[in-house]
């Protein structure tokens, strides 16, 4: 009998060896002012996009299922309506993997920005992402000025504030 105990403990201890040297490794933690991270994802058409350039860019992931998603989509269309002309760029990249689903969502919404599909989380695995939504917004230069978790009224006084000084080429006060 305790042959037999050994022998699990053994079995265990191997798969849990396996299983943890495993592991990707941890990616080191994009930071307010870091270069943003460039990327090639497709749209729902397959067509591949990259980062926009020269422009404030809100790039924000997330997915279907996830409720404070759904919860801040209204708003995050209201400010991609109401900047777009001024050199805002929203970039929603879904983790979803249900293509479908995905496909409908974004047709009952009607989204007017470009929807990117990173159906393996290989791109919001790169930012570092792991809590939906995560937002980060990107100077015209490129760098990352701002690194929000969570639902975010989008058209609330003091985030339309820090869209308009980064559209300015102005610092902001919000970080995280």
């Not at 699990?8 to 933690?29: D, H, N, S, Y």
């Not at 400010?79 to 969502?105: H, Q």
Request: net charge neutral; proline share 5%; aromatic share 10%.
């Amino acid at each position: 009998m305790l042959s037999r105990w050994i022998f699990m403990g053994t079995i265990v201890a191997i798969i849990t060896a396996v299983a943890w040297f495993g592991l990707p490794e941890a990616k080191e933690k994009i930071s307010n002012g870091d270069a943003a991270l460039a990327f090639t994802l497709p749209d729902l058409q397959g067509q591949q996009y990259g980062l926009p350039k020269g422009d404030v860019v809100l790039l924000n992931f997330w997915a279907t299922w996830c409720p404070p998603c759904r919860q801040e989509m209204p708003s995050m269309i209201k400010l991609s309506n109401k900047y777009a002309a001024k050199g805002l760029k929203v970039v929603a990249i879904s983790v979803d993997r249900d293509t479908k689903a995905l496909k409908d969502f974004v047709a009952e919404y009607k989204l007017p920005f470009l929807v990117l599909h990173d159906i393996d989380s290989k791109i919001s695995g790169n930012y570092g992402v792991f809590r939906y939504p995560e937002t980060f917004l990107i100077d015209r230069q490129g760098n990352i000025q701002a690194h929000l978790v969570g639902a975010v009224e989008w058209m609330s006084e003091p985030i339309q504030k820090n869209i308009i000084d980064l559209l300015n080429d102005k610092a902001i006060a919000l970080k995280e």
